[in-house]
């Protein structure tokens, strides 16, 4: 099951949150910057990565002061690769399965790939739904998936490209 809700990914309560990075692990947009600021020097004390990670891998940290046990990160962006569609799918491929190997029931995720100069919202949710739908139906975690967005903007292009992928 795939829902959509407008609200603050920072105040999101549950099992774990995936959410875009970029390839060394720090947020892609001033938004996601806020969620990094609210999980607080738990999260800052996880410290630099040794190497940069590349586009569509995905780590598994703990949330610090978030009210999530585990933190799913995202590799969306590199300094050799931009936000694309592909860098899109193939990380939040890599985040799910991250989800199912810790037997997450619930996962928030964010928007990937979007923001100045990146994808737009709609182009966003579908490459996203389309990856979700796909995994819903072969794996056993997570079982529900949340999709925080920001705004009304963002909540009318994810329903209606949940709407296009259910067909």
Not at 54 to 64: E, I, R, S
Not at 66 to 93: H, Q, W
Not at 129 to 146: S, T
């Amino acid at each position: 099951m795939i829902e959509v809700r407008i609200d603050d990914l920072a105040f999101y309560e549950g099992e774990a949150i995936a959410w875009p990075v970029d390839a060394t692990l720090g947020a892609t947009t001033p938004l996601l910057r806020r969620l990094e600021r609210a999980a607080g020097s738990a999260l800052a004390a996880r410290g630099p990565v040794q190497q940069a990670l590349p586009v569509g891998a995905a780590v598994v940290t703990n949330a610090g002061d978030l009210k999530v046990e585990l933190l799913i990160n995202a590799v969306i962006v590199s300094a050799e690769e931009r936000a694309s569609r592909e860098g899109v799918r193939r990380a939040l491929v890599s985040a799910l399965q991250r989800a199912a190997d810790f037997a997450v029931g619930e996962l928030a995720v964010a928007p990937f790939g979007i923001g100045a100069g990146n994808l737009d919202v709609e182009e966003s949710a579908t490459v996203m739904a389309d990856v979700m739908r796909e995994h819903l139906a072969r794996a056993a975690h997570p079982q529900r998936i949340v999709v925080i967005v920001e705004n009304d903007v963002e909540e009318a292009a994810w329903q209606s490209a949940l709407r296009r992928t259910a067909s």
